[in-house]
């Protein structure tokens, strides 16, 4: 066994103890006025299964008055994400409309979240500096976990974690830690990439999409990655070149296109963009810095 490395086990049940402790406060919380009372205790279509449930969700990507209850807008979304509706579903077919479980549920999926960001950034340094590895792998541990300990005990993980309608937010973080994770296995040595692994990583990031439509860029990412630290667009520290870079172009070009269908969809349930006369030009300009951040 490598020097400085006997103990770095320990960090990813640390990175699991850790987010649980620090907001388990939260899963005694009520729901809240706001959009819970839409999602949870205003919508009659949660906690039924077979046709009435399809029927609903289908009747929402459609874009249907009938989705919406009479005198208000009870189970309307804004966003095309049917894995996370369904997971709703069984979540208030178990626990009933007690906030508990699902309270419980979101501290338990940003525990794990907490252990895949460990995981994926292990993987990138490893690949950027592999002689750390080798090193330094107890400070290689020790560093990428308190650098995900920073992430996952921020005050600004508390809306995800304690809002009971900021779920969806929570797995789509799981599938998209997932997908990247084996993304960067999947170039794991030799040139040929581990195709279990790549098809591992394009269905997770389907089910990302399904589950929360914000992670429409996430290709984009994976181009990144093949810049650096994967380096496949170069040969070495060398220039470009331009058959790596067109093959890795094409590869994501089945991912953009459901990026754009995803998108599509989010407008259609919106019924359109939110006209810019609405905010103005600053305030649009604010939320792009606030998107970007």
């Given at each position: 066994m490598r020097q400085?490395?006997?103990?770095?086990?320990?960090?990813?049940?640390?990175?699991?103890?850790?987010?649980?402790?620090?907001f388990s406060p939260c899963v005694f919380n009520d729901f809240t006025n706001w959009d819970d009372d839409i999602l949870f205790l205003e919508n009659p279509c949660l906690g039924k299964v077979g046709s009435a449930q399809v029927s609903w969700a289908i009747d929402m990507v459609l874009g249907k008055p009938a989705a919406l209850p009479p005198g208000g807008a009870a189970g309307a979304s804004t966003s095309f994400q049917p894995l996370s509706w369904w997971m709703v579903d069984r979540q208030v077919s178990v626990f009933g409309l007690n906030p508990v479980g699902i309270h419980l549920v979101s501290l338990l999926f940003h525990?794990?979240?907490?252990?895949?960001?460990?995981?994926?950034?292990?993987?990138?340094?490893?690949?950027?500096?592999?002689?750390?590895?080798?090193?330094?792998?107890?400070l290689l541990a020790g560093s990428s976990g308190l650098a995900v300990a920073l992430y996952a005990l921020h005050p600004l993980r508390t809306e995800v974690v304690a809002w009971a309608s900021a779920q969806p937010y929570l797995p789509c973080t799981s599938l998209v830690l997932l997908s990247v994770l084996a993304y960067m296995r999947a170039f794991v040595g030799g040139i040929a990439p581990n195709r279990k692994m790549l098809a591992l990583s394009f269905a997770c990031y389907v089910l990302a999409l399904l589950a929360k439509p914000l992670v429409v860029g996430l290709p984009v990412i994976f181009l990144l990655l093949d810049f650096y630290p994967l380096r496949r667009l170069q040969e070495g520290a060398g220039p470009f070149r331009a058959r790596a870079v067109s093959f890795a172009v094409l590869e994501k070009l089945p991912l953009l296109a459901l990026s754009v269908l995803s998108m599509a969809l989010s407008v259609h349930l919106r019924q359109g963009l939110i006209p810019l006369e609405q905010d103005g030009i600053m305030g649009r300009l604010t939320q792009v810095g606030n998107s970007i951040w």
């Open positions: 400085g490395k006997s103990w770095t086990w320990a960090v990813p049940i640390l990175l699991l103890i850790l987010p649980l402790s620090a525990a794990v979240n907490a252990v895949l960001l460990y995981w994926v950034t292990l993987a990138i340094v490893r690949r950027a500096r592999p002689d750390w590895d080798v090193q330094h792998p107890g």
